[in-house]
């Protein structure tokens, strides 16, 4: 398996557009997870799916973020519009409910966004 | 609602010294813990995970941890390590119940020096 992958893995924008991160999960995985990671606040979960549909987004920092599962392969964050305060690593992660390897996630590789 | 604290933002240590990674949490129910790695430029990695039985866990790359439940800690141990572990390395919590949600502390980068 190819792992979790995540799309593209930089992004530099400008203040006041709009970014889509993307996600594909290890297939088979029924939870989605979306991570910003910065150093002042530490890795913050945004929000998670449970087959396809959204279970908590209570870390998604405000309106400007939306997050979408359309179906079991595919997920995106979005930012609109972006600001320079939303810099961060974005990260995705999958995880599956079977026997003690539950709650176990994995991790894709990062999206680094920076909004000038 | 759960916490995690990883005393030690930061750990120097020279190559095949030992090494211990503190954490502690706090929950009013039971919880599953676990060790994450973080490479530089790359994501998160599963070092080990407590999930019952035996409190000693023994994970990849030689490291383990031991879970005490009267202290609420989870510690990380490696006898002898390499340059090679230099990463930073994150501390979560989850409860079955919260479907899979992860708590994790603020990390602990550890430095291996020749």
């Known amino acids: 398996d190819a792992g979790v992958i995540q799309s593209p893995r930089h992004e530099v924008t400008e203040m006041g557009q709009e970014v889509t991160l993307r996600c594909k999960p290890i297939?088979?995985?029924?939870?989605l997870f979306w991570y910003r990671q910065t150093m002042m606040r530490g890795l913050e979960l945004l929000i998670y799916?449970?087959?396809?549909?959204?279970?908590?987004d209570s870390g998604m920092p405000e309106d400007r973020f939306s997050a979408k599962m359309p179906n079991a392969s595919f997920s995106t964050l979005k930012i609109q519009p972006s600001e320079p305060r939303d810099s961060a690593v974005y990260f995705c992660?999958?995880?599956?409910?079977?026997?003690?390897?539950?709650?176990?996630?994995?991790f894709g590789p990062g999206t680094r966004l920076t909004v000038l | 609602a759960q916490s995690v604290t990883q005393l030690d933002s930061q750990v120097p240590v020279f190559e095949e010294a030992p090494v211990e990674l503190r954490c502690n949490y706090s929950?009013?129910?039971?919880?599953?813990l676990f060790w994450y790695v973080q490479y530089p430029n790359q994501g998160l990695q599963l070092l080990l995970k407590?999930?019952?039985?035996?409190?000693l866990v023994k994970g990849i790359n030689g490291f383990e941890a031991e879970f005490n439940k009267s202290q609420t800690s989870f510690h990380l141990r490696k006898p002898s390590v390499h340059i090679s572990d230099t990463a930073e390395y994150f501390c979560?919590?989850?409860?079955?119940?919260?479907?899979?949600?992860?708590?994790f502390g603020q990390g602990t980068e550890l430095s291996v020096k020749p």
């Open positions: 979560a919590v989850s409860l079955l119940l919260q479907g899979g949600k992860l708590i």
């Open positions: 799916f449970n087959n396809n549909v959204p279970i908590d």
């Open positions: 929950s009013s129910v039971s919880v599953y």
């Open positions: 992660a999958s995880s599956h409910v079977l026997g003690s390897s539950y709650n176990e996630q994995f």
């Open positions: 407590y999930l019952s039985g035996s409190t």
């Open positions: 297939s088979g995985h029924d939870y």
